[in-house]
Every structure is written in C-alpha cells, then in structure tokens.
C-alpha cells in the first residue's frame, strides 16, 4: 500500500495498524495522570501514535498544526466534541461518540477534543501527516473560540 499524505490514507494506515497490535512495537499503558502516548512509526509522509484514556480522562479543545490525520478506537469508547463554523461566523459543538472499530480522518484545520466518558479504559490509534510540529490549543470564551496555547514538538511532547 502506498501513503501519499490524504486524508483517505490516513484512515487506512490507522486503521492497518489498529487492526495489527502484535506489531507496535510497544504495548498500551495507562497512567492515572494523564493520558499515556507513544509513537508506534514514523516514515517520511505521516506518522503514527498510541494513545490511552482511562475513564474521565480527555484532550482540551486543539488542532494539529495544519497536519491531517485520521483516528481509529482499538478498544473502549471515546467522545469527541468538533468545533464546525456555521454561516454567521461563529461556530456549534458537534459531538461523535467512537466506540471500538470506529474511526475517521480529518482535514488540516480540524479543531475537537476527545474524552473518555466510559467507564472502561480505551486505546486509539491516531496517524498525522505531515508529522506534527505544533498543537494549539483552544478555550471557548464569550467572544468564542481563542487560542491558549501552542505547543511544540520536541517541547511539550
């Protein structure tokens, strides 16, 4: 299979490695303090994470530094919260609930945050490409959508 960067690749290379687990090269964990994160692969067009979420646990609101991805739910249930722009320029949380064997991809300019609502541990694979650079991070406030901050490869992660 070749990766030419798409989004609809993206899906599949999550999904080619969702679906394979003996392969990763390192098995899930879970932390009681914060979510537990390992790069699986990286190759010249994307790259691939493993991600786990106890119950309760979540991202904030944040983009991926104009990388498009796809994610996939290995197992357990995740809910996701999308920011969409509406007409009058503002935005509405639209919300996706992803239990195993779920997934999809997203373009550059994809703005979410995932949560654990379950009472079950989950695991999800998430592919970025190109690989990431930056994360920034969002707060709703009254005049809406404003950034908090934006993190750096090599930094903060």
Not at 10 to 22: C, F, I, K, Q, T
Not at 27 to 52: N, Q
């Amino acid at each position: 299979m070749t990766h030419v960067g798409t989004v609809i690749d993206h899906l599949a290379v999550a999904r080619g490695y969702a679906d394979d687990p003996v392969a990763w090269p390192v098995a899930p964990r879970f932390s009681a303090t914060g979510r537990w994160f390992a790069k699986l692969a990286e190759h010249r067009d994307y790259e691939v994470w493993l991600l786990t979420w106890l119950p309760g646990q979540g991202t904030d609101l944040h983009d991926h530094g104009g990388s498009a991805g796809a994610l996939h739910v290995v197992s357990g249930s995740l809910v996701e919260d999308v920011v969409a722009p509406v007409a009058d320029g503002g935005f509405r949380m639209n919300v996706r609930h992803l239990d195993a064997g779920i997934g999809h991809a997203f373009g550059p300019r994809y703005v979410h945050r995932i949560v654990n609502r379950s009472r079950r541990p989950a695991v999800s694979v998430h592919v970025y490409g190109p690989a990431l650079t930056s994360m920034t991070r969002y707060r709703l406030s009254a005049v809406g959508l404003e950034v908090a901050e934006v993190e750096r490869a090599g930094v903060q992660w």
